[in-house]
């Protein structure tokens, strides 16, 4: 007996050491499609190949967006308010774009396929903005300066120029949600490290994001300012190459997760379900319609466990006795994770909701924090400061604000709420809506002293540009909390079925914060110029009233967000069945067991 007892011990331990080597194995390539095969997959190496690349391509956009505004008046010759709505409407489209890229890469694509094919969109959009500008619209050499005036562009140089800046808007918005998430993905979930490795390569994504734009805010806004945009132009479509390379680098080895299909008939199927037993009551959870194992009807997607949130929903996966009589029809019975899956994203929209009017704050940034600085004191004895380079002091604070966030926020938050995290993602988000609405309180300060020092008749007040640092500090410190908290909250959120989807409404938020900052742009100065007056925002700064403008974004936020703890108090968290992982190591183990033992 004793024999048989220590026999029966080696089988299991040498069955337990079989499970860790197959588990191996499994983290590398389970939910893949490779183009080849791997020895080893993800890790830290791979994302951060993944960071490098944001970086460069971040360099590559802000290279161009960063001083749009002032490319727009002064070589396309455009209005100020014309201008910052056409920037507001590009930079709007670029975050819309967004969605397509998170469409295509959880429903056919993949991560992998998705993200590449972007970006050679994005390469071929600076390619032909270099192209544009070189031989049709920077005439003559040098000008664009703020003191030499362009020719009158030709309408195909025009054409080529807004055709150019729409396919970057394209590219670098279907890139930059579908990164994140790959670069995520190279952290297999059955880790127990991988919760603490994914909150990291979140805040380091944010981190590469502004090292990029920091070089293009200093070094390429220097040279662009100063009448030399096509030099700024290749140099952004040199760095999109080098990302693009470094790119497919590490094709053989990323860790890949197959798409799971088109989520939008998923989501229909259950509000379509749900209507035809509107008059059934709801089954309990235990009777629910749930497929049999342990992974889900979803391809690629793990369980997720029943919530109490939008019961009538759960009509859908109410088993009636019209569904016994048939093969199953989706469109007629769904599984509780199917159902889960709609309630996820119907939970997480009003959350997003309330971010975009933060993403009105930010949109400031890159259009009338320009022109305000653009008509302010900036010389440092013979050296003249672009008004776009301002945007450095907001890069700083990002960076410095992370560190500050991770080594001190993050140690006294856990001590006093005893969560790992420290702050929660809501709780992040809260804390930059009220960062963000100081910010516009000290823009509107600037402003207010600004046109206390303009002399008559001068175009420039004679207030130092560096009374803009706090402004762009604030927001940089706001970022912090809010769109990492965002990146963080709404991937970590979102069903395995439409991850990049989660990462895109960050995106999206940015996007509808463009339009809604042009929209407020044209509604104020539509009212504010009715009986004659020049408006807040006229095309000379210095005869408006941008004060009020930024005042009335702070009251906003304010309102929003009261609107926000409301929604946050309300909101429940998605639960996945964590217990997968162990069901599926015992079958392996008992599998591996039955062939030891025959």
């Given at each position: 007996?004793?024999?048989?007892?220590?026999?029966?011990?080696?089988?299991?331990k040498?069955?337990?050491?079989?499970?860790?080597?197959?588990?191996?194995?499994?983290s590398?390539?389970?939910?893949?499609?490779?183009?080849?095969?791997?020895?080893?997959?993800?890790?830290?190496?791979?994302?951060?190949?993944?960071?490098?690349?944001?970086?460069?391509?971040?360099?590559?956009?802000?290279?161009?967006?960063?001083?749009l505004?002032?490319?727009?008046?002064?070589?396309?010759?455009?209005?100020?308010?014309?201008?910052?709505?056409?920037?507001?409407?590009?930079?709007?489209?670029?975050?819309?774009?967004?969605?397509?890229?998170?469409?295509?890469?959880?429903?056919?694509?993949?991560?992998?396929?998705?993200?590449?094919?972007?970006?050679?969109?994005?390469?071929?959009?600076?390619?032909l903005?270099?192209?544009?500008?070189?031989?049709?619209?920077?005439s003559?050499?040098?000008?664009?300066?703020?003191?030499?005036?362009?020719?009158?562009?030709?309408?195909?140089?025009?054409?080529?120029?807004?055709?150019?800046?729409?396919?970057?808007?394209?590219?670098?918005?279907?890139?930059?949600?579908t990164?994140?998430?790959?670069?995520?993905?190279?952290?297999?979930?059955?880790?127990?490290?991988?919760?603490?490795?994914?909150?990291?390569?979140?805040?380091?994504?944010?981190?590469?994001?502004?090292?990029?734009?920091?070089?293009?805010?200093?070094?390429?806004?220097?040279?662009?300012?100063?009448?030399?945009?096509?030099?700024?132009?290749?140099?952004?479509?040199?760095?999109?190459?080098?990302?693009?390379?470094?790119?497919?680098?590490?094709?053989?080895?990323?860790?890949?997760?197959?798409?799971?299909g088109?989520?939008?008939?998923?989501?229909?199927?259950?509000?379509v379900?749900?209507?035809?037993?509107?008059?059934?009551?709801?089954?309990?959870v235990?009777?629910l319609?749930?497929?049999?194992?342990?992974?889900?009807?979803?391809?690629?997607?793990?369980?997720?466990?029943?919530?109490?949130?939008?019961?009538?929903?759960?009509?859908?996966?109410?088993?009636?006795?019209?569904?016994?009589?048939?093969?199953?029809?989706?469109?007629?019975?769904?599984?509780?994770?199917?159902?889960?899956?709609?309630?996820?994203v119907?939970?997480?929209?009003?959350?997003?909701?309330?971010?975009?009017?933060?993403?009105?704050?930010f949109?400031?940034?890159?259009?009338?924090?320009?022109?305000?600085?653009?008509?302010?004191?900036?010389?440092?004895?013979?050296?003249?400061?672009?008004?776009?380079?301002?945007?450095?002091?907001?890069?700083?604070?990002?960076?410095?604000?992370?560190?500050?966030?991770?080594?001190?926020?993050?140690?006294?938050?856990?001590?006093?709420?005893?969560?790992?995290?420290?702050?929660?993602?809501?709780?992040?988000?809260?804390?930059g809506?009220?960062?963000?609405?100081?910010?516009?309180?000290?823009?509107?300060?600037?402003?207010?002293?600004?046109?206390?020092?303009?002399?008559?008749?001068?175009?420039?007040?004679?207030?130092?540009?560096?009374?803009?640092?706090?402004?762009?500090?604030?927001?940089?410190?706001?970022?912090?909390?809010?769109?990492?908290?965002?990146?963080?909250?709404?991937?970590?959120?979102?069903?395995?079925?439409?991850?990049?989807?989660?990462?895109?409404?960050?995106?999206?938020?940015?996007?509808?914060?463009?339009?809604?900052?042009?929209?407020?742009?044209?509604?104020?100065?539509?009212?504010?110029?009715?009986?004659?007056?020049?408006?807040?925002?006229?095309?000379?700064?210095?005869?408006?009233?941008?004060?009020?403008?930024?005042?009335?974004?702070?009251?906003?936020?304010?309102v929003?967000?009261i609107?926000?703890v409301?929604?946050a108090?309300?909101?429940?968290?998605?639960?996945?069945?964590?217990?997968?992982?162990?069901?599926?190591?015992e079958?392996?183990?008992k599998?591996?067991?039955?062939?030891?033992?025959?």
């Open positions: 007996m004793d024999a048989i007892e220590h026999s029966t011990d080696e089988i299991e040498k069955a337990d050491e079989e499970i860790i080597s197959f588990g191996k194995i499994e590398g390539n389970e939910n893949q499609h490779s183009p080849g095969k791997r020895k080893k997959c993800g890790g830290w190496e791979l994302a951060s190949l993944l960071l490098v690349n944001q970086g460069l391509a971040t360099l590559a956009f802000f290279g161009v967006g960063v001083n505004v002032l490319f727009l008046t002064r070589v396309l010759d455009q209005d100020s308010a014309v201008a910052a709505n056409n920037v507001s409407k590009w930079t709007g489209t670029v975050y819309l774009c967004s969605l397509i890229g998170a469409f295509l890469s959880d429903s056919y694509w993949g991560r992998y396929f998705t993200c590449a094919i972007f970006q050679l969109i994005l390469v071929l959009g600076l390619g903005l270099s192209f544009a500008s070189w031989f049709f619209l920077i003559p050499t040098g000008c664009g300066d703020g003191m030499k005036l362009c020719n009158t562009p030709s309408s195909v140089g025009v054409v080529m120029f807004y055709l150019s800046i729409y396919l970057i808007a394209l590219g670098y918005g279907g890139h930059q949600p990164v994140a998430t790959l670069g995520a993905d190279q952290f297999d979930d059955s880790n127990p490290n991988a919760v603490i490795s994914k909150a990291a390569f979140f805040s380091s994504f944010y981190f590469a994001l502004n090292v990029g734009s920091l070089f293009s805010n200093t070094i390429l806004v220097y040279y662009e300012d100063s009448g030399k945009w096509t030099l700024g132009f290749l140099v952004s479509f040199g760095a999109a190459i080098i990302a693009l390379l470094l790119y497919f680098s590490g094709t053989s080895r990323y860790r890949y997760v197959k798409a799971s088109n989520p939008l008939p998923r989501v229909a199927q259950v509000f379900a749900a209507y035809r037993k509107w008059g059934v009551t709801p089954a309990t235990d009777a319609y749930e497929v049999e194992g342990t992974e889900s009807a979803i391809k690629g997607s793990r369980k997720i466990l029943h919530s109490n949130d939008f019961k009538f929903l759960d009509k859908a996966a109410t088993i009636t006795s019209m569904d016994l009589r048939g093969p199953n029809n989706p469109w007629k019975l769904c599984t509780v994770t199917q159902v889960e899956e709609a309630k996820c119907l939970k997480m929209l009003p959350i997003w909701l309330c971010t975009i009017i933060y993403s009105v704050i949109t400031q940034m890159a259009s009338l924090f320009v022109e305000q600085g653009d008509v302010m004191a900036s010389k440092l004895k013979n050296f003249r400061i672009p008004a776009a380079s301002m945007s450095a002091f907001d890069i700083c604070s990002v960076l410095i604000w992370t560190g500050v966030y991770r080594h001190v926020v993050v140690p006294v938050s856990r001590s006093l709420t005893g969560n790992p995290k420290g702050l929660t993602e809501m709780q992040r988000m809260g804390t809506l009220i960062i963000g609405m100081i910010a516009m309180v000290a823009a509107g300060v600037t402003e207010i002293q600004r046109l206390k020092s303009v002399s008559p008749g001068s175009k420039k007040s004679s207030l130092s540009i560096f009374w803009q640092v706090p402004q762009y500090v604030l927001v940089g410190a706001s970022e912090v909390f809010m769109y990492v908290g965002q990146l963080e909250f709404f991937n970590g959120q979102a069903p395995d079925g439409i991850k990049s989807f989660g990462s895109s409404l960050c995106m999206a938020s940015m996007s509808l914060g463009n339009y809604v900052s042009s929209l407020l742009i044209n509604i104020v100065m539509e009212v504010t110029t009715r009986d004659g007056g020049p408006g807040w925002i006229p095309d000379d700064l210095n005869d408006g009233r941008m004060d009020r403008f930024y005042f009335l974004i702070a009251g906003l936020t304010a929003d967000f609107i926000y409301y929604c108090k309300w909101y429940n968290g998605i639960n996945l069945d964590t217990s997968e992982n162990v069901i599926q190591s079958e392996q183990r599998e591996v067991l039955a062939s030891l033992m025959s």
